[in-house]
């Protein structure tokens, strides 16, 4: 089946700095990749819908630039949290679009890369 | 390896009763998530179950055997707004989630 990973699965940082997150369909091309956060046993929250080759689309509320969203490639997504605080610490998660399946609905999730900011 | 198996789709009637089976092989486990997904929206939370048994919540309700690495969603009264695909995902030792590739379930009037 289609496989999405992410990388890191965790990091800490410090306050201030910026964290590069990565998601990658690995067999399979997604045009759309998205992004989302995990609050502790509540519903995942959009943040934003990424599309290859052009700019990314934030869900109200969502600050451009804070949170860096790159689609360079077919196949990875990038989501930069920059000078991050401890309020950005979540879980963040992407999934893909099969853009190649007859599935166009069906999202693949990728395992989710814990942040913690000190 | 991970592995989460859920039925591909089904079909139920409206007002009748379905149960969505998912079962796991993961290394270590730290509870397991079933989420809603309408088409082109976010998925919805719908239950966390961490301890074998079943927990009710309103029409939905989920069950754990983590002996044998199964857990099912049963949804009573079925409405056509439940029609959606729905997700489990398992949380391995690593705290890492690992999905199954979904539900898709059409409720038919």
């Known amino acids: 089946g289609a496989v999405v990973s992410q990388h890191p699965s965790w990091v800490i940082c410090k306050s201030g700095t910026s964290v590069k997150i990565e998601c990658r369909s690995l067999?399979?091309?997604?045009?759309?990749m998205f992004w989302y956060r995990q609050f502790p046993k509540q519903s995942l929250m959009l943040m934003a819908t990424?599309?290859?080759?052009?700019?990314?689309?934030?869900e109200q509320g969502v600050e451009k630039d804070k949170f860096l969203i790159n689609h360079a490639s077919l196949t990875l997504s990038t989501l930069t949290v920059t000078s991050a605080h401890p309020e950005d610490s979540s879980f963040y998660i992407c999934?893909?679009?099969?853009?190649?399946?007859?599935?166009?609905?069906?999202?693949?999730f990728g395992p989710g890369t814990r942040l913690t900011v000190l | 390896g991970q592995n989460i198996d859920q039925p591909t789709e089904m079909t139920a009637t409206e007002g009748a009763i379905v149960q969505i089976n998912c079962t796991y092989q993961?290394?270590?486990?730290?509870?397991l998530f079933w989420y809603q997904q309408h088409a082109g929206e976010a998925p919805t939370f719908l239950s966390y179950?961490?301890l074998d048994g079943l927990e009710e919540k309103g029409r939905f309700s989920s069950f754990l055997s983590r002996s044998k690495g199964y857990s099912y969603l049963l949804l009573k009264e079925l409405q056509m707004k439940d029609s959606a695909s729905y997700l489990c995902?398992?949380?391995?030792?690593?705290?890492?989630?690992?999905w199954g590739a979904g539900t898709k379930l059409i409720i038919k009037p």
């Open positions: 999934s893909a679009r099969d853009t190649t399946s007859g599935e166009s609905d069906t999202q693949y």
């Open positions: 067999d399979f091309q997604a045009t759309t």
């Open positions: 990424s599309n290859e080759g052009s700019k990314a689309t934030y």
């Open positions: 993961t290394s270590g486990f730290n509870g």
């Open positions: 179950n961490v």
């Open positions: 995902a398992v949380v391995d030792s690593n705290y890492q989630l690992i």
